[in-house]
């Protein structure tokens, strides 16, 4: 073997071993981020009532997010969770002002419930540090837009909102859908 063909079978293994190694930290990196509970009622309740409390969740106005594309089908109500985020330095090093969004679904069964929060989305105002899916291990925008310092407090600040998310629908969800919006007074 003279060394022009070793070269090629080097450059060769080199590029099956570049192309194997992006493809298993490619599915490394895809592993979705979501939350979700089942909440078991301890009276019997029946699942139109609490679709009918899921759907009230969803028409209620928020201060802290915004919350649009309702629809309910069948036993479950989905919308999408707009929050708003910018960073908190003065002159910062990435600007990621923008949106947060994410998908939150909830199923009714007799006397229990289940919530799920995902498909969560970072897209900036400006378009050019944009997140993206927030399962990338790399943002959509690049490391070196947005590094991974920023980029893991912007997930954890996006988990932060959707655990708010859990808890509003559960306080939601404790209450008849007949005494939603009845003032004590």
Same mark, same amino acid.
């Given at each position: 073997? *003279?060394?022009?063909?070793? +070269?090629?079978?080097?450059?060769?293994?080199?590029?099956?071993?570049?192309?194997?190694?992006?493809?298993?930290?490619?599915? +490394?990196?895809?592993?979705?981020?979501?939350?979700?509970?089942? $909440?078991?009622?301890?009276?019997?309740?029946?699942?139109?009532?609490?679709?009918?409390?899921?759907? *009230?969740?969803?028409?209620?106005?928020?201060?802290?997010?915004?919350?649009?594309?309702?629809?309910?089908?069948?036993?479950?109500?989905?919308?999408?969770?707009?929050?708003?985020?910018?960073?908190?330095?003065?002159?910062?090093?990435?600007?990621?002002?923008?949106? $947060?969004?994410?998908?939150?679904? $909830?199923?009714?069964?007799?006397?229990?419930?289940?919530?799920?929060? *995902? +498909? %969560?989305?970072?897209?900036?105002?400006?378009?050019?540090?944009?997140?993206? !899916?927030? !399962?990338?291990?790399?943002?959509?925008?690049?490391?070196?837009?947005?590094?991974?310092?920023?980029?893991?407090?912007?997930?954890?600040?996006?988990?932060?909102?959707?655990?708010?998310?859990?808890?509003?629908?559960?306080?939601? %969800?404790?209450?008849?859908?007949?005494?939603?919006?009845?003032?004590?007074?």
């Amino acid at each position: 073997m *003279n060394g022009s063909s070793m +070269q090629k079978s080097f450059i060769k293994i080199l590029t099956l071993f570049c192309l194997l190694y992006s493809l298993t930290s490619k599915a +490394q990196a895809n592993k979705e981020i979501k939350i979700t509970e089942v $909440i078991t009622l301890s009276d019997s309740v029946p699942s139109s009532e609490l679709l009918k409390r899921a759907v *009230n969740w969803v028409k209620i106005e928020n201060p802290k997010y915004g919350k649009s594309s309702g629809v309910t089908t069948g036993s479950k109500a989905e919308c999408v969770a707009t929050f708003s985020v910018k960073p908190k330095e003065l002159n910062p090093e990435c600007d990621y002002t923008g949106k $947060i969004t994410m998908k939150v679904i $909830i199923e009714c069964k007799d006397s229990k419930y289940r919530y799920t929060v *995902n +498909q %969560m989305k970072h897209t900036s105002t400006s378009g050019n540090t944009s997140g993206g !899916e927030l !399962e990338n291990v790399v943002p959509s925008c690049g490391s070196m837009a947005m590094n991974e310092i920023i980029w893991k407090k912007l997930k954890g600040e996006a988990l932060k909102y959707a655990g708010s998310i859990a808890s509003n629908i559960k306080e939601t %969800m404790k209450v008849a859908s007949d005494d939603l919006g009845k003032e004590d007074w």
